[in-house]
């Protein structure tokens, strides 16, 4: 960003999606697993209003304590670098 005359003010890397994860740790399960290769199953849907990312998510939002409890979850997640979600902040110089 800086070579396109931009300078950083933050990066933050925030959220997780429980579907994904499992969806990833399955998917390296399979591949270890050379007879479990030839079954295919059908991608799980992350976005729709059942999906389990989305009940989490309204959960959270609907509770006081469990908002507090994101934010903590986001901040160290932004700490470490390995969020789900990339937000910034830039400033054109």
Not at 7 to 12: L, N
């Amino acid at each position: 960003m800086q070579t396109a005359g931009f300078k950083k003010v933050w990066i933050k890397t925030t959220g997780i999606s429980p579907m994904r994860l499992t969806s990833s740790l399955r998917a390296k399960a399979q591949q270890d697993d050379a007879h479990a290769a030839t079954i295919s199953e059908s991608p799980p849907v992350y976005i729709a209003p059942t999906s389990l990312d989305e009940r989490l998510r309204r959960s959270f939002e609907s509770n006081l304590l469990m908002s507090m409890v994101k934010n903590s979850i986001n901040g160290i997640l932004s700490l470490l670098g390995v969020g789900d979600s990339l937000k910034g902040l830039f400033i054109k110089v």
